[in-house]
């Protein structure tokens, strides 16, 4: 099946979202040097959704980064992780013509529909998106967030690897059918065999990362068919 493209899932899937401003004449530049997305095509209005990594590979944030003006960006993350979203912007930026500021997300603001989520298959930092720990090949994400064109990058390097030699991570994100009464962090079972672990639980339907080696559930791929 063709997942839904992020821009189709409700606003309700998506949640509340902090958002880290990064504006000045070196935004563009810096930012490409650091996200795994090809800022270079985006027009003002254009939007797009990309990781910033650890040198090592590993997830330190997943943000939907958007063009709103000649040197000014919007990268808007999951309500609470703003200030290590910006903080990893900030890392390696040294003598660099541009600002870096956080606006949080409205304490008013409608909270996420976590049933929407799991059903949409839709990752969330904290659950399936653990900074420091995740790796991009296991999330669904690398087809929206990825580019494999572009120059280089923090934490490219595992990515390429994986991508250039067709690498399945050892375990990756599945929608699955659980019984009611399923809790997180329980295992996922394969012929009574513990195979995962439940990241998140809505009634009946869950998701939870499976080894590869198992067939048990729906692997979450956005931006791809299969």
Same mark, same amino acid.
């Given at each position: 099946?063709?997942? +839904?493209?992020?821009?189709?899932?409700?606003?309700?899937?998506?949640? +509340?979202?902090?958002?880290?401003? *990064?504006?000045?004449?070196?935004?563009?530049?810096?930012?490409?040097?650091?996200?795994?997305?090809?800022?270079? +095509?985006?027009? *003002?209005?254009?939007?797009?959704?990309?990781?910033?990594?650890?040198?090592?590979?590993?997830?330190?944030?997943?943000?939907?980064?958007?063009?709103?003006?000649?040197?000014?960006?919007?990268?808007?993350?999951?309500?609470?992780?703003?200030?290590?979203?910006?903080?990893?912007?900030?890392?390696?930026?040294?003598?660099?013509?541009?600002?870096?500021?956080?606006?949080?997300?409205?304490?008013?603001?409608?909270?996420?529909?976590?049933?929407?989520?799991?059903?949409?298959?839709?990752?969330?930092?904290?659950?399936?998106?653990?900074?420091?720990?995740?790796?991009?090949?296991?999330?669904?994400?690398?087809?929206?967030?990825?580019?494999?064109?572009?120059?280089?990058?923090?934490?490219?390097?595992?990515?390429?690897?994986?991508?250039?030699?067709?690498?399945?991570? +050892? /375990?990756?994100?599945?929608?699955?059918?659980?019984?009611?009464?399923?809790?997180?962090?329980?295992?996922?079972?394969?012929?009574?065999?513990?195979?995962?672990?439940?990241?998140?639980?809505?009634?009946?339907?869950?998701?939870?990362?499976?080894?590869?080696?198992?067939?048990?559930?729906?692997?979450?791929?956005?931006? /791809?068919?299969?």
């Amino acid at each position: 099946m063709m997942e +839904p493209t992020p821009d189709d899932l409700p606003r309700s899937v998506l949640g +509340p979202r902090d958002v880290v401003v *990064v504006e000045g004449p070196d935004a563009m530049t810096y930012l490409h040097s650091q996200v795994s997305q090809d800022l270079r +095509p985006m027009a *003002v209005g254009d939007r797009a959704w990309t990781f910033l990594l650890e040198p090592t590979g590993k997830v330190a944030a997943f943000a939907r980064i958007a063009r709103v003006g000649d040197e000014r960006f919007e990268l808007d993350t999951d309500a609470g992780y703003g200030e290590s979203l910006l903080a990893r912007v900030n890392r390696f930026k040294i003598r660099v013509a541009a600002e870096s500021t956080l606006v949080p997300a409205p304490v008013d603001a409608d909270p996420r529909d976590e049933a929407a989520r799991v059903a949409a298959g839709w990752p969330a930092l904290g659950p399936e998106l653990v900074p420091g720990e995740t790796i991009p090949a296991a999330t669904g994400l690398t087809a929206i967030a990825v580019s494999f064109t572009k120059g280089c990058y923090p934490g490219q390097e595992l990515v390429e690897r994986m991508d250039s030699r067709a690498a399945e991570a +050892p /375990r990756s994100l599945r929608r699955l059918a659980v019984p009611e009464g399923t809790q997180v962090g329980m295992p996922v079972l394969d012929d009574g065999e513990p195979v995962g672990e439940i990241t998140s639980v809505a009634g009946t339907a869950a998701l939870g990362y499976v080894k590869r080696t198992s067939a048990v559930g729906e692997a979450v791929a956005f931006g /791809r068919s299969g």
